[in-house]
């Protein structure tokens, strides 16, 4: 982090420290918030099942590659002869050789499973992303009522003085009305505030999950890349949407060097055991047969699964290169938005002491009759104006320095150390992503070293 931002960081602690909102029973820090946000978080499940859907995708593929049973019963009846057959079977294909198209399908599944994985790590930084800035827009706008507040309070003392020298003819019927005026809008700037506040509780409760208990500041600055050039390399490494999008064109190259296996020839294998019985047939057979399939012609279908593989393939890579600059971008806007974060609150500190200094010197060259009702208003408005810019300031540090670390893909659960249990992805996909279990008797033993010694792609 820059020189200029920890300066910055250290100052803005005191501040808050000294600012932060009226206390509460279990008052809430950024932490807490962001911990809340990701176990409330409804689109976080949603996506976890979705997820799911892309584990169960590898278990279909993988089901090719092994052997398929089927239990048969049949019963016929023939008009002419008037006679009646039955037949009990039980018949096994398995698939031996398809130029590896299966396995290419396979790994395909598995692609799509990691990008889908990294999706959920994006989403999860948007989740966390959205509770700082309704955190840090709920604890601006408790500062903004409180400036409001002693603005209000500091204006009425000033209409309270101006009628007092009106009552001695010190002050004009125009002194009275314009603090009259200024109290109006004070009035009024701070109703508008405290609507803001309400409105940004009800999107805290969006963003975490529940109401907010009371601020207590949002603690320290998160730890950041030195530099913007170490934030942009950090980020092309990994950032999860990049990560997503290269599994992605992995599994598009899987896709078309599994379509253009269609070309090739297929071999497969199928047993049956049966017995019929009827009015004149009865017996028990068993047959085992391979089956070589090769395409000739198929009307130009495998063709075009083929030039639909390379287009997809294609327009993912052109996102893939779209994706990089946005987040480059990215990386850039949250690091200017923390140089003018920081230009903002030191300017803003020296046009509060300025302000102050003027505010106070008006105020007491108001009292010996050297100034204006309307001089003391516009001073005490000037220093208003200087705390509410800090303040703004203030929340878009905190909000750029967190979207920075999004946007070099840290803004996640594990790397902030949130004490909060992490969902584990990969839980579901270990229990049913590679199919079926396997069976642990003996025939089932002998079946696993028969599919190994095939060795299929």
């Keep these: 982090m820059t020189r200029s931002i920890v ?3 250290a100052a803005l602690g005191v501040a808050l420290s000294l600012g932060a909102a009226p206390k509460a029973a279990q008052a809430d820090n950024l932490r807490d918030a962001l911990g809340d946000a ?56 398995l698939l031996i050789y398809d130029s590896g198209g299966t396995r290419r399908l396979v790994d395909a599944a598995e692609e799509s499973v990691l990008a889908a994985r990294q999706s959920l790590i994006a989403l999860e930084q948007q989740v966390l992303l959205d509770a700082v800035r309704a955190y840090m827009n709920v604890w601006r706008d408790i500062q903004v009522v409180q400036v409001r507040e002693s603005n209000v309070r500091v204006v009425t003392q000033q209409l309270r003085a101006a009628r007092d020298r009106f009552e001695v003819g010190e002050d ?25 506040l309400e409105i940004s509780r009800e999107l805290f409760i969006i963003a975490v999950g529940r109401p907010s208990e009371g601020l207590i500041g949002p603690g320290a600055l998160p730890d950041l890349p030195d530099t913007e050039a170490d934030a942009d390399s950090l980020a092309r490494q990994q950032h999860p949407t990049i990560l997503g999008l290269q599994h992605e064109v992995r599994a598009d190259e899987f896709a078309l060097a599994a379509a253009r296996t269609d070309y090739g020839p297929s071999l497969s294998l199928r047993a049956e055991a049966g017995e019929t019985w009827g009015d004149r047939n009865d017996g028990e057979s068993s047959s085992l047969s391979l089956t070589l399939t090769q395409p000739i012609y198929r009307g130009g279908q495998l063709f ?7 287009a997809t393939l294609s327009a993912t890579e052109f996102e893939l290169q779209q994706q990089v600059r946005v987040i480059i971008q990215t990386v850039g806007n949250a690091y200017a938005q ?23 010197g008006v105020r007491e060259e108001a009292a010996l009759g050297a100034r204006t009702t309307l001089d003391v208003l516009d001073a005490e408005q000037d220093l208003l104006d200087a705390r509410i810019s800090r303040i703004q300031a203030q929340a878009d540090l905190y909000v750029g320095a967190y979207s920075a670390l999004a946007s070099v893909g840290l803004l996640t659960v594990d790397h902030l150390d949130l004490d909060v249990p992490q969902y584990d992805p990969t839980a579901y996909y270990n229990a049913y992503g590679n199919g079926p279990p396997r069976s642990p008797t003996v025939r089932g033993d002998r079946l696993d070293s028969v599919l190994e010694r095939f060795g299929r792609e």
């Design 172 to 196: 004009t019927r125009t002194d009275v009305a314009q603090a009259e005026a200024q109290l109006a809008a004070a009035r009024s700037a701070l109703a508008a505030a405290r609507g803001q």
């Design 338 to 360: 923390l140089r003018i974060a920081n230009a903002q609150i030191q300017s803003s500190d020296q046009q509060i002491r300025a302000a102050r200094l003027a505010f106070e």
């Design 7 to 9: 300066t910055a960081a």
């Design 38 to 93: 990701y176990e409330n978080s409804s689109i976080l499940e949603q996506n976890r099942y979705l997820l799911r859907l892309q584990d169960e995708g590898v278990a279909r593929q993988i089901s090719g590659l092994r052997p398929i049973v089927n239990f048969v019963a049949n019963s016929s009846w023939n008009s002419i002869t008037d006679t009646t057959t039955n037949s009990l079977s039980l018949v096994a294909d």
């Design 304 to 310: 075009s699964l083929e030039r639909t593989a390379i």
